[in-house]
């Protein structure tokens, strides 16, 4: 067995672990690239090579250190505002989605959160969105305990903020560092054993940190509007892809 298999957990397969290792880059590259969407992709790549049990434990791992990553690289330009209060309401929401954990569907999520996002797109964004970064940080962390990626959700927040494309992914990037910190804390609280997937997650965060040192350097190249173009498609086909897989597995 080579020093690689050792670092796996019981029963993952090397190309397993290799698929996820160059998942966890592309994600990280299209969400600092893009300003988000990797968080989706790493879910949906994750759902088919991860027992259930340890699905969104893991991800909300990976994610949190990948986010740390992205904050790094764009300190300078986090819109500390709503960072506070977000983090106030995250924290409530994570004790409340920790409580009932197993009991709310996560296909009814996945279509709650795919139309809200389609609404916020189409529509003009919910004035408490903007004004309750409070709320949102409750709501979204309530939501991510059963569906995980909710990082569109966030961004409706961060996109009512009109900040440029720097500033847009430093402080999603920020808010939901904060998320997936509080989350992972929580699962281990509830009781997931995150030690046999450590070294795993470690080398898909250190993955991750070299997709979004790449990613950057197509961030430098775009435009503010070519940007929210991109978002906005993003964020489109995102909200698409949730409902219809919620809708499927209901």
């Not at 590259?29 to 988000?36: R, S």
């Not at 090579?49 to 986010?67: D, E, K, R, Y």
């Not at 764009?74 to 409340?96: C, D, N, Q, Y």
Request: net charge positive; aromatic share 10%; charged share 10%.
């Amino acid at each position: 067995m080579s020093a690689f298999e050792m670092m796996l957990p019981p029963g993952m397969e090397p190309l397993v672990a290799a698929s996820l290792l160059a998942t966890s880059l592309a994600a990280s590259f299209i969400t600092i690239a893009f300003g988000i969407g990797g968080g989706v992709l790493l879910l949906a790549v994750m759902a088919s090579l991860v027992p259930p049990t340890a699905l969104i434990p893991v991800h909300g791992a990976v994610q949190f250190g990948s986010n740390v990553g992205r904050v790094f690289f764009m300190f300078r330009h986090i819109a500390w505002t709503h960072v506070v209060p977000f983090s106030i309401g995250s924290l409530g929401g994570v004790m409340a989605g920790g409580a009932i954990v197993i009991n709310l569907p996560p296909a009814i999520v996945q279509v709650g959160v795919g139309l809200f996002v389609l609404w916020s797109i189409f529509l003009k964004p919910p004035r408490w969105l903007r004004q309750m970064p409070l709320v949102t940080g409750a709501l979204s962390s309530f939501l991510t305990m059963f569906f995980g990626a909710t990082g569109p959700f966030v961004a409706t927040l961060t996109k009512s903020l009109a900040l440029d494309r720097r500033g847009h992914v430093a402080t999603h990037a920020t808010l939901m560092t904060i998320q997936h910190l509080l989350k992972t804390i929580m699962f281990g609280f509830v009781g997931f054993a995150f030690a046999p997937w450590l070294p795993l997650t470690a080398a898909m965060i250190g993955a991750g940190a070299v997709g979004t040192f790449l990613g950057r350097k197509v961030l430098d190249r775009l435009s503010d509007n070519v940007f929210r173009l991109a978002l906005d498609a993003i964020l489109v086909l995102l909200a698409l892809r949730l409902i219809v897989q919620g809708v499927f597995d209901l």
